[in-house]
T-cell receptor
Framework: DGGITQSPKYLFRKEGQNVTLSCEQNLNHDAMYWYRQDPGQGLRLIYYSHIVNDFQKGDIAEGYSVSREKKESFPLTVTSAQKNPTAFYLC?????????????FGPGTRLTVL | SQQGEEDPQALSIQEGENATMNCSYKTSINNLQWYRQNSGRGLVHLILIRSNEREKHSGRLRVTLDTSKKSSSLLITASRAADTASYFCATGDDYKLSFGAGTTVTVRA
């Protein structure tokens, strides 16, 4: 089955810890994206990557880091510098044609800071 | 930055009724997309309308686009309980999309 997967589904973090959220796709898509969603709100872009070994900051990149070493994988690290990390995190991918492009989303990871 | 803004924020309708929600945006667009999100899940793409199109249909969905007013509407006809979800419009530049805060639709049986 082709698709985009995220793991884990739920993640609990103690304050001061870094955690890494996994995102994998087998759609052969060039572009991948990370969004954050807070309750009752829309999606805010954290980072995006249109090609392997290259990525760009989105609107709320502070306190987050990413890597894109493989086309299939785009892990997101939530660092201790992120002041309010409790949120629902969504990963997406697309063929990379830009605004004409449909994005395919994973099921999300819900991160809670204890 | 969120360019699209949906209206209303929430909508409750009876099964079988139609649901209409609107999206306004601020700058010129190449296209506008609508997505659905079931509670606690990822988003699913519904429909894309290009700037040179005025109306588009997909099953029970009808989308209109008025570039002079910088607005779009999504109509769901003959709603079903399974249509209960949040609906988002998205616009973007060449590299990324911006999503509005969404309209939460509840379909009552």
């Amino acid at each position: 089955d082709g698709g985009i997967t995220q793991s884990p589904k739920y993640l609990f973090r103690k304050e001061g810890q870094n955690v890494t959220l996994s995102c994998e796709q087998n759609l052969n898509h060039d572009a991948m994206y990370w969004y954050r969603q807070d309750p009752g709100q829309g999606l805010r872009l954290i980072y995006y990557s249109h090609i392997v070994n290259d990525f760009q900051k989105g609107d709320i990149a502070e306190g987050y880091s990413v890597s894109r070493e493989k086309k299939e994988s785009f892990p997101l690290t939530v660092t201790s510098a992120q002041k309010n990390p409790t949120a629902f995190y969504l990963c997406a991918s697309s063929t990379g044609q830009g605004a004409a492009d449909t994005q395919y989303f994973g099921p999300g990871t819900r991160l809670t800071v204890l | 930055s969120q360019q699209g803004e949906e209206d209303p924020q929430a909508l409750s309708i009876q099964e079988g009724e139609n649901a209409t929600m609107n999206c306004s945006y601020k700058t010129s667009i190449n296209n506008l997309q609508w997505y659905r999100q079931n509670s606690g899940r990822g988003l699913v793409h519904l429909i894309l309308i290009r700037s040179n199109e005025r109306e588009k249909h997909s099953g029970r969905l009808r989308v209109t686009l008025d570039t002079s007013k910088k607005s779009s509407s999504l109509l769901i006809t003959a709603s079903r309980a399974a249509d209960t979800a949040s609906y988002f419009c998205a616009t973007g530049d060449d590299y990324k999309l911006s999503f509005g805060a969404g309209t939460t639709v509840t379909v009552r049986a």
